[in-house]
């Protein structure tokens, strides 16, 4: 018999040194000890990921939801105030998928998440242009591959849930590490150069 779970903590990651809370999931195996996250291949610590997911009480679960920090900030109002929309509705969405809503709330979100990712990563790319950003080619690219990944975890919800949860982890870890506290940082010298903030 395998059982599958899902945890969502706190942690430091990636060597980034950026405090994210994320996610981790995994399967515990009758007769083996756990376990390998089924995409990304992180560490986990199996037995207390099943007993956090079984039996921690849903509202410190969900204090755990991902939150903007200072080292976040780009230094430009108006994106990091896109940024902080961009989180609260990978948060609804995380939340929607843990109470095992329904799939029209989900498509619902997923739409809202599509919408908004076009939306901030135009005004980005907008100032790419404007500023003549050297990083822009390789910053858009990302742009479109995040863009596709939103469109293929929509593809997917026909899936179950907890199959779901594993892809929305991965989402945000993307986002969350390589872009918003990774790429992202990489233009704030730029246009910080060319007066906006
Ligand atoms: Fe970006
Ligand atoms: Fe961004």
Not at 84 to 106: G, P
Request: proline residues 2%; negative net charge.
């Amino acid at each position: 018999m395998q059982v599958r779970f899902l945890l969502r903590a706190h942690t430091s990651h990636g060597g980034h040194g950026v405090a994210v809370s994320t996610r981790v999931c995994g399967a515990l195996s009758a007769g083996s000890i756990p376990v390998g996250h089924p995409h990304c291949k992180k560490p986990l610590i199996g037995a207390f990921c099943f007993l956090y997911y079984n039996y921690l009480p849903s509202n410190i679960k969900k204090n755990m939801a991902i939150t903007f920090k200072e080292e976040h900030s780009v230094g430009v109002k108006e994106i990091d105030d896109q940024h902080k929309q961009f989180i609260a509705i990978l948060n609804e969405l995380a939340d929607a998928i843990d109470n095992n809503k329904t799939k029209e709330t989900l498509a619902h979100i997923f739409d809202e998440l599509g919408s908004y990712a076009e939306f901030h990563f135009a005004t980005e790319e907008k100032y790419f242009d404007m500023f003549s950003y050297d990083g822009a080619e390789e910053h858009k690219a990302k742009h479109q591959e995040l863009k596709e990944k939103i469109a293929d975890l929509k593809s997917k919800m026909a899936d179950n849930q907890v199959s779901l949860s594993f892809e929305l982890i991965d989402f945000m870890e993307d986002w969350l590490i390589d872009h918003l506290a990774n790429m992202d940082q990489k233009y704030v010298q730029c246009f910080k150069e060319h007066g906006l903030s």
